[in-house]
Nanobody
Framework: EVQLVESGGGSAHPGGSLILSCAVS????????LGWVRQEPGKQREGLAT???????DYADSVKGRFTISQDNGKRTLYLQMNNLKPEDTATYFC??????????????????????WGKGTLVTVTS
C-alpha cells in the first residue's frame, strides 16, 4: 500500500499561481503511475495530469498549458504547479497512485479510476 499526503492548497486570485505537493510513502517501488485529480462539490472527479514510470506525462485539456506535473526524490514527492488560475479551478485536489504493470497503457488523466491509492485532498479556492 502507498500513502499519499497533499499540501499546498489555499486561496488564490484569478490569474494567480499555486503549487501543490504530495508526499508519497510506503510501497513506493510498486508505484507505476502518479497523478492529480480534482473534484468540485456535487460533481464527478476530474483527472488532471499523470506521470508514468517511464516519465510520460499527460494532461487534461482543461489544464494543458497552465498546470505542470513533476516529481522528484525518486517518486517520493509529486508536484502540481498551477498557473493562470481560474475560478473554475476551485475544487479539492487529490494525489493518486497506481500500482499495476504496463502503466503506459492505462496511466492517463481520463482513467483516474484505475488508481489504487488516494490522498485525502487539499482545497484550492480561486476567487477575486
Amino acid at each position: 500500500e502507498v500513502q499519499l499526503v497533499e499540501s499546498g492548497g489555499g486561496s488564490a486570485h484569478p490569474g494567480g499561481s499555486l503549487i501543490l505537493s504530495c508526499a508519497v510513502s510506503g510501497a513506493t517501488d510498486s508505484v507505476s503511475c502518479l497523478g492529480w485529480v480534482r473534484q468540485e462539490p456535487g460533481k464527478q472527479r476530474e483527472g488532471l495530469a499523470t506521470i508514468d514510470s517511464a516519465g510520460n506525462i499527460d494532461y487534461a485539456d482543461s489544464v494543458k498549458g497552465r498546470f505542470t506535473i513533476s516529481q522528484d526524490n525518486g517518486k517520493r514527492t509529486l508536484y502540481l504547479q498551477m498557473n493562470n488560475l481560474k475560478p473554475e479551478d476551485t475544487a479539492t485536489y487529490f494525489c493518486a497512485a497506481g500500482r499495476g504493470p504496463s502503466s503506459e497503457a492505462w496511466c492517463y488523466p481520463l482513467n483516474h479510476i484505475a488508481m489504487d491509492d488516494w490522498g485525502k485532498g487539499t482545497l484550492v479556492t480561486v476567487t477575486s
